[in-house]
């Protein structure tokens, strides 16, 4: 919006000029999202105590974490409303990859935060039932998938897959690529629903890997430095480091009041958003098998639930004294916060892993 203002005076006001640029813009809506989150935030928490609207822990968790119960849930709006707000201001608004990478996140937020309804009605964790959540999730995701395949050619977007560390390794699918996109988009999204099970352990990784997209995507949208680095170059998608830059700021606001011991959790409206924004801002930069490195740290939590399932159903033991691994740490004996930290640097090595990837070709 402030674009579409502010940038037509630049003829009158050099000082306008700035607006264009891609990199003021996605600063300026860092900015924006981290001061809308500090605001607001407060006055939410307050808002979704005297609503009774607090966590249920399930009974089989950590003994730790009983004493969680009643902390205000469903957090996850504010971060929704202070990433959207600031996408809205800052980015074009007449750019698609914007708007797809919005309608997503938002859509993945009213699946949880129907979900965390149901569950705050019931007194329990029992909210939608699982088949139904993945039937919806997967109904948003392949219409995201179908949206990118038939976008006109001037869009310059093909359903091609790109393997990092070979810069000839790009396989175009077809119409493959729908479930191919509604795979990443699923996945991703239950991937970071699973780590969101330590006071502020998945916005902090969600930061982490926003801020890595933020890169991803404006490389990707700049036809020169996409060239020199041997990436898929798609018209138009640096806009959405405007995204990526608004959803770095409401993670670090977020994670003011999420940070241990919470005041305030995200629910599944906050965890499925987050992990449909990273998984769509993946398959619009053409970085989608890189997001099993950028977001390594969801793919391990995601990894130890389906062996520690597996394990069970086929030999009767299971190989972590629970999962997601993050428990598991727990019942060794490690402090909740150093298990946070730690998981919070393996994210970040694994971000600066994926990076590397821009070179290693």
């Not at 965390?116 to 007194?123: I, T």
């Not at 990118?148 to 790109?162: R, S, V």
């Not at 780590?195 to 982490?208: C, P």
Request: aromatic share 12%; with cysteine.
């Amino acid at each position: 919006m402030l674009f579409h203002l502010l940038y037509p005076l630049s003829e009158h006001f050099a000082v306008f000029n700035v607006v264009r640029y891609i990199t003021f813009r996605a600063a300026a809506a860092v900015v924006t999202a981290l001061v809308l989150t500090l605001v607001l935030g407060p006055g939410l928490i307050r808002w979704l105590r005297r609503l009774s609207i607090g966590q249920n822990i399930r009974a089989e968790g950590p003994d730790s974490h009983q004493q969680k119960a009643g902390t205000p849930t469903m957090g996850g709006v504010l971060i929704l409303f202070s990433m959207v707000v600031p996408t809205l201001l800052w980015a074009r608004l007449d750019n698609v990859y914007v708007w797809l990478a919005l309608a997503v996140t938002v859509l993945f937020g009213a699946i949880g935060f129907s979900d965390d309804l149901l569950k705050v009605k019931r007194g329990s964790n029992q909210g939608l039932t699982a088949k139904a959540k993945f039937l919806l999730l997967a109904l948003v995701a392949v219409a995201g998938g179908v949206i990118l395949t038939y976008l006109p050619n001037d869009y310059n977007f093909t359903p091609t897959i790109a393997f990092p560390f070979f810069k000839t390794a790009v396989f175009n699918v077809g119409l493959l690529y729908i479930p191919f996109v509604a795979l990443v988009l699923t996945g991703a999204s239950n991937a970071v629903n699973l780590t969101d099970g330590l006071d502020g352990l998945a916005i902090g990784a969600t930061m982490i890997a926003a801020a890595t997209y933020a890169i991803f995507t404006y490389i990707a949208g700049n036809s020169v430095v996409a060239g020199y680095l041997q990436v898929t170059y798609v018209r138009g998608v640096g806009e959405v480091a405007i995204f990526c830059g608004a959803l770095v700021g409401a993670s670090l606001g977020f994670l003011w009041f999420n940070a241990h011991p919470a005041e305030v959790f995200m629910g599944d409206v906050g965890s499925l958003a987050l992990g449909g924004a990273i998984g769509i801002v993946a398959v619009l930069s053409k970085q989608e098998i890189v997001l099993l490195l950028v977001g390594g740290l969801f793919v391990v939590e995601a990894l130890s639930v389906i062996l520690q399932v597996a394990s069970f159903k086929l030999t009767g033991r299971r190989v972590l004294r629970m999962a997601p691994i993050h428990h598991h740490f727990e019942l060794v004996g490690w402090a909740e916060s150093k298990i946070i930290v730690r998981f919070w640097i393996l994210a970040i090595l694994f971000a600066l892993v994926s990076l590397s990837t821009l070179k290693l070709r």
